[in-house]
């Protein structure tokens, strides 16, 4: 089947078939292909853009744990091919660009398409890209702040340009991830929201 793709990507055994999958979604040019490859590699892809194609697996192994990482294509043509990984995906990074105002506007939809095709205890992260492009940004980080809370979802901005916060949202995810396969009756519940708040830094503010 077309999910054993992922593994063809792995050279790395630890990433098994039960690593949780993560997905990238978000309208196209947001940045998700950049946001995965700097955490990834730690490099960021300048110049022209690549819009990826229907959808591409990667692995990482964290020191938290193993995870695959689907990236997803944003363009409307795809969306039928990332409907179809919604309800495997155990996390979501959902990304609006902090320079692009329509980005942002699209998050209720893409909210609400997840919503319908997601599993219903999928973690949810939002994260306002490119907070680095001071000059451009036409999105305010409380703007963010206020819908993520309407919907009761973690968020932070986040740059592939510069860095901040890219290693906090995977490592984030993947430690509620993992909290949840623990299942020790006595262990005390992972507060996502609590460990970003905690961990988060602030564009403009610090260096990355
Ligand atoms: N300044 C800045 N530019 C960024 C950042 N992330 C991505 N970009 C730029 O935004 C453009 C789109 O980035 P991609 O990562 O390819 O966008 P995408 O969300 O994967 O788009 P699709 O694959 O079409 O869905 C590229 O030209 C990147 O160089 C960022 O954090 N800061
Ligand atoms: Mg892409």
């Not at 942002?104 to 994260?127: C, G, K, P, S």
């Not at 430690?175 to 005390?188: G, Q, S």
């Amino acid at each position: 089947s077309s999910l054993k793709m992922y593994n063809t990507h792995s050279c790395n055994s630890s990433v098994s078939q039960t690593s949780p999958p993560v997905m990238l979604v978000g309208d196209s040019g947001v940045g998700k292909t950049c946001l995965l490859v700097r955490f990834k590699d730690g490099a960021f892809l300048a110049g022209s853009f690549i819009s990826t194609v229907g959808i591409d697996f990667r692995n990482k192994v964290m020191s938290i744990d193993a995870v695959k990482i689907w990236d997803t294509a944003g363009q409307e043509r795809f969306r039928s091919v990332t409907h179809a990984y919604y309800r495997d995906a155990h996390a979501l990074l959902l990304l609006y660009d902090v320079t692009n105002k329509a980005s942002f506007d699209n998050i209720r939809a893409w909210l609400t398409e997840i919503h319908e095709y997601a599993q219903q205890d999928v973690v949810v992260m939002l994260l306002g890209n490119k907070a680095d492009s001071t000059h451009d940004r036409v999105v305010k980080r409380e703007e963010g702040e206020k819908l993520a809370k309407e919907f009761g979802v973690p968020f932070m901005e986040t740059s592939a340009k510069s860095g901040l916060n890219v290693e906090l949202a995977f490592t984030a995810v993947a430690k509620e991830l993992k909290h949840r396969t623990m299942k020790e009756p006595d262990e005390p519940k992972f507060q996502l929201q609590e460990y970003v708040n905690k961990e988060v830094r602030t564009a403009g503010c610090c260096r990355s």
